[in-house]
């Protein structure tokens, strides 16, 4: 038995010669398409990381302006605690009528007629 040789197989071989040339051309297309999108979504990440970045430093800045005040309002704290612990007694309300509102005991003489009466 002899096996003969299909003579269509050429023409075949042609039409997809044919067609590989034209996807060629859509080959070329969707390759510049993709690298398009590739390049605008890189930059697009690289832009966006830029802004964090910036939005970053400004919070850092801020945080330590924070930080920064915290311990100013902390020492005022202490101060005024240290103060609130020597207001309650008798003696330094006595003072402080005396000293700023020009209060005085009864019967007792100053300087100036014109204070007003502590009690």
Do not use: C, Y
């Amino acid at each position: 038995m002899v096996i003969k040789k299909r003579k269509f197989h050429k023409p075949l071989a042609r039409v997809r010669l044919r067609k590989r040339g034209e996807n060629s051309d859509q080959t070329i297309f969707f390759s510049f398409f993709l690298g398009v999108l590739i390049l605008a979504t890189v930059f697009f990440l690289l832009f966006s990381n830029w802004q964090i970045q910036r939005k970053r430093s400004e919070l850092n800045t801020k945080l330590e302006n924070l930080k920064r005040e915290l311990e100013v309002l902390e020492g005022e704290k202490k101060e005024l605690s240290e103060k609130i612990s020597e207001v309650p007694t008798e003696e330094h309300l006595e003072k402080e009528a005396r000293e700023k509102l020009n209060l005085k005991k009864p019967g007792e003489e100053t300087e100036r007629g014109r204070e007003k009466k502590l009690f």
